[in-house]
């Protein structure tokens, strides 16, 4: 019997535990961006602020690891990518014990937002990397694949954990459960494989700190669209010259991520070491991938964002039902991710990727059509399927592509791209999504009012006064006890509530079409992304698998 055969079995058991752990330390990163959704008007009491306290704390979770990723990859590159993952979980590990026990909010922003933060963007472009190093060409697109779709399941099933964790324990059970699990991960990493740094470059202060600034500003602008509005300023809102502060934060970060690019060209004429090489987008495999990617987080953050809600506020379901009925997207996107690469190991990227983007497409067309007034929680099931079964496919493909553009002593820096592209596209789903979502609800809320004859014209004008910046997504109980609270007559308090059933719908349908439609946009974009599977590694380190 030849060596291999005897030391296969142990390779395969070695590249099943590095796959499960950086595919857990993935669940742990996207956890925390969904999980407290649910319970932040406890977080917020028991920690002694508002829930406009907790959602900042949430908001610059995310503006931290969008503003840290790009410098995260490269000081992978620099230290190792083993020995950057091993210092990012020990920065999170940290962070979530602190918020376990915060005793007020800044001790929560402290561990919550930057020091959870910042261990994402050490850990998150070093798992890119490590799967170029520890598989094979040929099993990467499956390792990839399941680590995505650790990440989508994580910001699924995060509602569900936190409601359970919050009805029946405390909220902060969950981040005691996130140093437990880093402690596990730290104890299995020790089978993950790393190449020696060959050389160590200098580290580009002036490049991290422009492009920090300029995606953190962007990124914070982009959050803050909801509250201030998109291009006029909503009433109360800052402006200049007319136009919201939203819109002057991102003019401002990408002007500043100009400075960023331009900073990096005089690196390289001059032979000085960039934050980023940017020959790396001029390789059209690599782009094609990089704007699939962010189109995908975009639709996809932004259906995690308008599905639960419909589920939970329209139709009233709690936490826990509302993360059960999602579970179908969780396992179709599982099922596509694990057996798409292990069914047809040589099917073409490219029609992969294409039937991706046609199942979001269909999933988020579908719903928007089957939902209706007398519509029940069954009603997402089949639409979330199809969701999640093009959200496996992509995942399925879309890491390998990138990173398979480039030798794999670029993967580090690839995978700070990467995991950047994915931010600004969460984000900016996210935003557009609730965007449409309360434009929407406030025209046909108001449209309908306007319209009822048993609403005086006063009431009505009231009515389009206070709701100018927006109206609430409430549900009916919320509305209703609204209503009498104010003493509003019955007539008109029953015209109120149908009014806002109808918005609700016509709200969800709205944001959910304008999410079919990128499905559509980003199906143009498909014809960058490669037809046969890459056959060799990617430049350096193939020899070095665990699988």
Not at 129 to 142: K, Q
Request: charged share 10%; aromatic share 6%; with cysteine.
């Amino acid at each position: 019997m030849s060596a291999d055969a005897v030391t296969s079995p142990a390779r395969a058991a070695a590249g099943k535990t590095v796959l499960a752990t950086l595919a857990a330390a993935q669940f742990l990163m996207a956890l925390d961006s969904s999980v407290m959704n649910v319970s932040i008007a406890t977080v917020a009491s028991d920690v002694g602020t508002t829930v406009t306290g907790i959602q900042g704390a949430i908001t610059a979770y995310t503006l931290v690891m969008a503003m840290f990723m790009v410098p995260g990859g490269k000081i992978g590159a620099m230290i190792g990518r083993k020995r950057a993952f091993m210092i990012g979980c020990v920065v999170y590990g940290c962070g979530s014990l602190t918020t376990a026990l915060a005793p007020n909010l800044t001790v929560l922003l402290l561990g919550w937002s930057l020091l959870e933060g910042l261990g994402a963007a050490l850990i998150l472009p070093a798992i890119v990397a490590l799967v170029a190093l520890n598989f094979p060409v040929e099993r990467r697109p499956a390792a990839y694949g399941l680590i995505a779709a650790s990440a989508a399941v994580a910001i699924g099933l995060g509602p569900l954990i936190g409601g359970i964790a919050t009805t029946y324990f405390s909220w902060r059970w969950v981040f005691a459960g996130e140093v437990a699990a880093v402690v596990a991960i730290l104890g299995l990493a020790r089978r993950v494989v790393d190449r020696p740094v060959e050389s160590r470059p200098r580290f580009d202060l002036i490049g991290a700190f422009l492009s920090a600034t300029g995606l953190g500003v962007f990124v914070y602008g982009v959050l803050r669209t909801s509250e201030w509005g998109w291009f006029l300023p909503k009433p109360g809102a800052p402006s200049w010259l007319g136009i919201s502060a939203s819109i002057w934060l991102m003019v401002a970060g990408v002007l500043v991520v100009w400075l960023f690019l331009l900073w990096q060209t005089r690196l390289m004429r001059g032979g000085r070491d960039p934050l980023v090489d940017l020959s790396l987008f001029a390789n059209r495999q690599l782009t094609g991938g990089l704007i699939m990617f962010f189109l995908q987080f975009l639709v996809q953050m932004g259906v995690f964002f308008v599905v639960p809600l419909y589920l939970s506020v329209a139709l009233g379901l709690s936490a826990i039902r509302t993360g059960v009925h999602i579970l179908p997207l969780s396992l179709s996107l599982l099922a596509a991710a694990a057996l798409i690469p292990r069914l047809f190991p040589h099917v073409s990227p490219r029609l992969i990727v294409r039937l991706g983007v046609l199942g979001l497409f269909a999933g988020a067309l579908s719903l928007t059509a089957a939902l209706d007034a007398d519509s029940s929680a069954a009603v997402v099931t089949i639409p979330l399927l199809l969701i999640g079964l093009g959200m496996g496919a992509l995942a399925s493909q879309l890491g390998a592509v990138t990173v398979s553009a480039v030798p794999d002593s670029r993967s580090a820096e690839v995978g700070g791209i990467q995991n950047t592209v994915t931010n600004l596209g969460s984000s900016i789903g996210t935003a557009l999504a609730g965007s449409i979502l309360i434009g929407t609800l406030t025209t046909s809320f108001l449209t309908t009012i306007e319209k009822n004859p048993a609403v005086p014209a006063s009431v009505s004008a009231q009515a389009s006064t206070k709701l100018a910046a927006g109206a609430p997504f409430l549900s009916d109980a919320q509305l209703s006890a609204a209503l009498n609270e104010a003493n509003v007559p019955p007539q008109q308090a029953e015209a109120a509530l149908q009014a806002n059933s109808s918005a609700r719908l016509d709200a969800v349908r709205a944001a959910l079409a304008l999410l079919a439609l990128i499905a559509l946009v980003a199906f143009c974009f498909t014809g960058r992304i490669p037809k046969r599977q890459p056959e060799g590694a990617g430049g350096d380190g193939a020899g070095e698998s665990n699988a």
